[in-house]
């Protein structure tokens, strides 16, 4: 079956600091990884996503997340963060199976922090 | 701006009221998503539907009902409502990755 782990409720870091939230998966198939942000209030934006290729991905905001087949984890990660990114985070892989083709399984979410 | 448009934002109900949550994507999507999200919960889905014309059950559906009126529109209807349906619901559209819209805040007393 497939599911997301986000082992962390809560991230807090200082500003200018480098930033991980952590996404560990599940998937029967072909990993397909997304991270979302959403700001209070607002509904959920794509940040970026995994399809295949480079390990490294590079998303919007300066975000990056490093895809790693052999421990099945997909970190999100930014080198030096702000407080606008102060944000709830959530993984999410795809399914790409039969009737269920293209349904996004999400995480519980962590809440980052970023303090000045 | 293309994209998901929901409505209402916001919303109060009376238990056993009945109401419906609109959506609609103007992207050509052929899959569209209602989701609830709960504190802690993360987001769960209700409904989904792959196609013009079909519909399926997600992790939970008991109380809502859902409607793929067209290739656009998605609905999602509440009968009777309870205050365990408060929540924040989003409508969702997309295949490799989704566009989600703004959601709707909805309390049940």
């Known amino acids: 079956a497939q599911s997301v782990a986000q082992p962390e409720d809560q991230v807090n870091v200082a500003e200018g600091n480098p930033l991980t939230v952590k996404c560990t998966y599940s998937?029967?198939?072909?990993?397909?990884l997304f991270w979302y942000v959403q700001y209070p209030n607002r509904g959920l934006q794509f940040l970026l996503k995994?399809?295949?290729?480079?390990?490294l991905v590079k998303g919007s905001y300066g975000f990056e997340a490093e895809f790693n087949k052999s421990q099945t984890s997909f970190h999100l990660k930014k080198p030096s963060a702000l407080v606008s990114d102060s944000a709830l985070y959530f993984c999410?892989?795809?399914?790409?199976?039969?009737?269920?083709?293209?349904?996004?399984?999400f995480g519980r979410g962590t809440q980052l922090t970023v303090w000045p | 701006n293309a994209g998901v448009t929901q409505t209402p934002k916001f919303q109060v109900l009376k238990t056993g009221q009945s109401m419906t949550l609109q959506c609609a994507q103007d992207m050509n999507h052929n899959s569209m998503y209602w989701y609830r999200q709960d504190p802690g919960m993360g987001l769960r889905l209700i409904y989904y539907s792959a196609s013009e014309g079909t519909t399926d059950k997600g992790e939970v559906p008991n109380g809502y009902n859902v409607s793929r009126l067209n290739k656009r529109e998605f609905s999602l209807r509440l009968e009777s409502a309870a205050p365990s349906q408060t929540s924040v619901y989003f409508c969702?559209?997309?295949?490799?990755?989704?566009?989600f819209g703004s959601g709707t805040r909805l309390t049940v007393v």
């Open positions: 995994y399809i295949t290729g480079d390990n």
């Open positions: 969702a559209s997309g295949v490799y990755g989704y566009t």
């Open positions: 998937v029967s198939g072909n990993p397909y």
């Open positions: 999410a892989v795809r399914d790409d199976r039969g009737s269920t083709l293209g349904r996004l399984y």
